[in-house]
């Protein structure tokens, strides 16, 4: 099983209206999200089907999964709330 990990790609802050880069923003998440177990990965964009950043735990099970899931959820909003927006720029 791979461990559970949190997608960061190239255009995320774009479509979330941050006001930083997809660097910044993984970097952002690395420490909160390491301390529910999950680790930050950057990845280029290359047409895949979903442009935004996505929780990744292959080989649980599905309640483990929406459990993780949901913790996930709740520290990236955090961690983005966090962060300055276009908006707020």
């Known amino acids: 099983m ?15 209206r941050l006001d930083c880069t997809a660097d910044e923003l993984a970097d952002a998440l690395r420490a909160p999200l390491a301390m529910v177990g ?3 990965v950057r990845q280029r964009s290359t047409g895949t089907k979903s442009p935004l950043s996505r929780f990744q735990a292959r080989g649980l099970p599905r309640r483990q999964y929406d459990a993780k899931a949901i913790q996930v959820a709740r520290v990236v909003d ?12």
Request: aromatic share 4%; charged share 15%.
């Open 38 to 40: 999950v680790r930050v």
């Open 2 to 16: 791979i461990g559970p990990r949190y997608v960061v790609l190239d255009n995320t802050p774009q479509i979330s």
């Open 78 to 89: 955090q961690v983005i709330n966090g962060l300055p927006s276009r908006n707020n720029a």
